[in-house]
């Protein structure tokens, strides 16, 4: 049995995973559940993710429950395959790169999560600009703080001259960004790191128009 990654294709969370997969050369099927219609809570899905989100990770082993959470998944790919390398070979600079895509993955994205904006309309009443400007507000915390933390260690790339964790994480989210209407134009270094990005095989293949369920859309 091969990995089969669980995600839909304007998923954020399971982007990272794909862009992951695609740099180490991983081939897997993928499974889509549909995040309008509420697939991901389906009893079915709860079983292989109880919290009923995307990304999970089958890994293909006998006996073995899907992995969840995807930075988790990312640190597992690399765990168990090694080469090419997401994360530097020396502590403090894995601790630095956990530090960049957690700022984004812990502390941006989720609060620009499609349940959160649900919650936002459905159950305090914002409107679209009260909602833009919750969104502009937050990615615009977390993208100046790693445009500075790039400015330190970036050669490049994020951290040094190759892509890697920190890279998993912010292509989807300049990509949110500018579907929501977040001006870039304050962060260079990080714009500059999605343009070398998109021109690399692995991200375009992991690009969400590039997925079969994209064209269900």
Same mark, same amino acid.
């Given at each position: 049995?091969?990995?089969?990654?669980?995600?839909?294709? /304007?998923?954020?969370?399971?982007?990272?995973?794909?862009?992951?997969? #695609?740099?180490?050369?991983?081939?897997?099927?993928?499974?889509?559940?549909?995040? /309008?219609?509420?697939? &991901? %809570?389906? #009893? *079915?899905?709860? %079983?292989?993710?109880?919290? !009923?989100? +995307?990304?999970?990770? *089958?890994? !293909?082993?006998?006996?073995?429950?899907?992995?969840?959470?995807?930075? #988790?998944?990312?640190?597992?790919?690399?765990?168990?395959?090694?080469?090419?390398?997401?994360?530097?070979?020396?502590?403090?600079?894995?601790?630095?790169?956990?530090? @960049?895509? &957690?700022?984004?993955?812990?502390? +941006?994205?989720?609060?620009?999560?499609? /349940? +959160?904006? &649900?919650?936002?309309?459905? *159950?305090?009443?914002?409107?679209?600009? &009260?909602?833009? =400007?919750?969104?502009? /507000?937050? @990615?615009?915390?977390?993208?100046?703080?790693?445009?500075? @933390? +790039?400015? %330190?260690?970036?050669?490049?790339?994020?951290?040094?001259?190759?892509?890697? $964790?920190?890279?998993?994480?912010?292509?989807?989210?300049?990509?949110?960004?500018?579907?929501?209407?977040?001006?870039?134009?304050?962060?260079?270094? $990080?714009?500059?790191?999605?343009?070398?990005? =998109?021109?690399?095989?692995?991200?375009?293949?992991?690009?969400?128009?590039?997925?079969?369920?994209?064209?269900?859309?």
């Amino acid at each position: 049995m091969g990995l089969t990654l669980h995600g839909y294709w /304007r998923s954020g969370a399971a982007w990272r995973v794909r862009i992951a997969l #695609a740099l180490k050369g991983l081939a897997h099927d993928a499974c889509s559940h549909d995040l /309008r219609s509420g697939a &991901q %809570r389906d #009893a *079915d899905y709860r %079983r292989l993710n109880p919290q !009923g989100l +995307v990304p999970a990770l *089958d890994p !293909g082993m006998a006996g073995e429950a899907p992995l969840t959470q995807s930075l #988790a998944i990312i640190e597992w790919l690399e765990e168990t395959h090694p080469a090419p390398a997401l994360l530097p070979g020396d502590a403090l600079g894995r601790a630095r790169v956990r530090a @960049m895509a &957690q700022v984004i993955a812990c502390d +941006v994205h989720p609060l620009g999560n499609l /349940r +959160v904006l &649900q919650a936002l309309k459905g *159950d305090l009443g914002a409107d679209d600009a &009260q909602v833009h =400007a919750w969104l502009a /507000r937050w @990615m615009g915390e977390g993208l100046a703080a790693l445009e500075t @933390m +790039v400015a %330190r260690w970036g050669q490049g790339f994020a951290y040094g001259d190759a892509p890697g $964790l920190v890279e998993c994480c912010l292509v989807p989210q300049l990509y949110a960004a500018r579907r929501f209407g977040v001006g870039l134009e304050a962060w260079p270094r $990080l714009v500059e790191i999605d343009a070398r990005c =998109a021109m690399l095989s692995a991200f375009a293949a992991a690009h969400p128009a590039a997925q079969a369920d994209a064209d269900q859309a």
